[in-house]
């Protein structure tokens, strides 16, 4: 793929959309990328373009501003950060290709939308380089919509189980829940939306982290014959 600086090389001198529009960028992130190499002293700004070298030792020359070239499509719309909460709450982890064809958006510009959302607080970077991900963070304080009560369906972990619970009235449910009635006195025992709404919060995470725990468990499932090599080891080391 081609660099800005190599864009610029065969350009001679362009303003920042020309080189978006070779690149194939949106125009925002090809400034950003050229302010970043003036940055490291290999390319600069001057007479209304941007060239390779140092605008100290370029000659002044008249700039002919040329006509803006047609962008590919119209600028794309705001990415929702509630989509993002919503991708990576339902698939976990994510790199930033995955969620660029999730959102039917440019790569490069996924970057800087992800990068925007960190700041936010909204997600979290995990890693360096070609590997990063994209999550949410650990102790997420989003508001959750407010389910109604009467939809409150019984939790089962199998999906078989489920299907042949018997139904449950809203009393039963409140009941099994102690954090419902803790220190309630007992004309108090319906709790309200918000205290609700906090238990299903607890629940998903507490979900997430099973799963988390039964994705490694399959990890070390698959490679059983090296864990029980090392424990061999250790036991024999032990040993001497």
Same mark, same amino acid.
Not at 174 to 181: C, G, H, K, M
């Given at each position: 793929m081609e660099?800005v600086i190599?864009a610029?090389?065969?350009?001679?001198?362009?303003?920042?959309?020309?080189?978006?529009?070779r %690149?194939?960028?949106?125009?925002?992130?090809?400034?950003?990328?050229?302010?970043?190499?003036?940055?490291?002293g290999?390319?600069?700004?001057s007479d209304g373009g941007w060239?390779?070298?140092?605008a100290?030792?370029?000659?002044?020359?008249a700039?002919?501003?040329q006509?803006k070239?047609a962008?590919?499509g119209?600028?794309?719309e705001p990415?929702?950060?509630?989509?993002i909460?919503s991708?990576?709450?339902?698939?976990g982890?994510m790199?930033?290709t995955?969620l660029a064809?999730?959102?039917?958006?440019?790569?490069?510009?996924?970057?800087?939308v992800?990068?925007?959302l960190?700041?936010?607080?909204?997600?979290v970077?995990?890693?360096?380089?070609?590997?990063?991900?994209?999550s %949410?963070p650990?102790?997420s304080?989003?508001?959750?919509?407010?389910p109604a009560?009467?939809s409150?369906?019984?939790?089962?972990?199998?999906p078989?189980?489920?299907?042949?619970?018997?139904p449950?009235?809203?009393?039963?449910?409140i009941?099994e829940?102690p954090?419902?009635t803790?220190?309630?006195a007992?004309?108090q025992?319906?709790?309200?939306?918000r205290v609700i709404?906090?238990?299903?919060?607890?629940?998903?995470?507490?979900?997430?982290?099973?799963e988390?725990?039964?994705?490694?468990?399959?990890?070390?499932?698959?490679?059983?014959?090296?864990?029980?090599?090392l424990v061999?080891?250790?036991?024999e080391?032990g040993?001497a």
């Amino acid at each position: 793929m081609e660099t800005v600086i190599q864009a610029l090389e065969k350009m001679g001198r362009a303003t920042y959309r020309e080189v978006a529009a070779r %690149l194939d960028v949106e125009p925002v992130e090809a400034l950003s990328m050229l302010r970043e190499q003036r940055e490291q002293g290999l390319c600069d700004f001057s007479d209304g373009g941007w060239f390779i070298g140092s605008a100290k030792d370029a000659k002044r020359v008249a700039f002919v501003p040329q006509p803006k070239p047609a962008l590919h499509g119209e600028a794309p719309e705001p990415v929702d950060p509630a989509v993002i909460r919503s991708l990576l709450a339902k698939n976990g982890a994510m790199d930033t290709t995955s969620l660029a064809t999730a959102v039917n958006r440019n790569a490069r510009g996924m970057t800087s939308v992800m990068r925007a959302l960190e700041r936010q607080g909204v997600v979290v970077k995990n890693g360096q380089g070609k590997g990063v991900t994209w999550s %949410l963070p650990a102790s997420s304080t989003e508001p959750e919509p407010e389910p109604a009560v009467e939809s409150v369906p019984a939790v089962s972990a199998e999906p078989e189980l489920a299907a042949t619970a018997q139904p449950k009235d809203i009393a039963q449910i409140i009941r099994e829940i102690p954090s419902f009635t803790e220190g309630r006195a007992t004309a108090q025992t319906i709790p309200t939306a918000r205290v609700i709404s906090r238990e299903i919060r607890r629940a998903r995470n507490k979900l997430a982290s099973l799963e988390k725990l039964r994705d490694a468990v399959r990890v070390v499932g698959r490679h059983k014959h090296l864990v029980q090599h090392l424990v061999n080891a250790e036991v024999e080391n032990g040993k001497a």
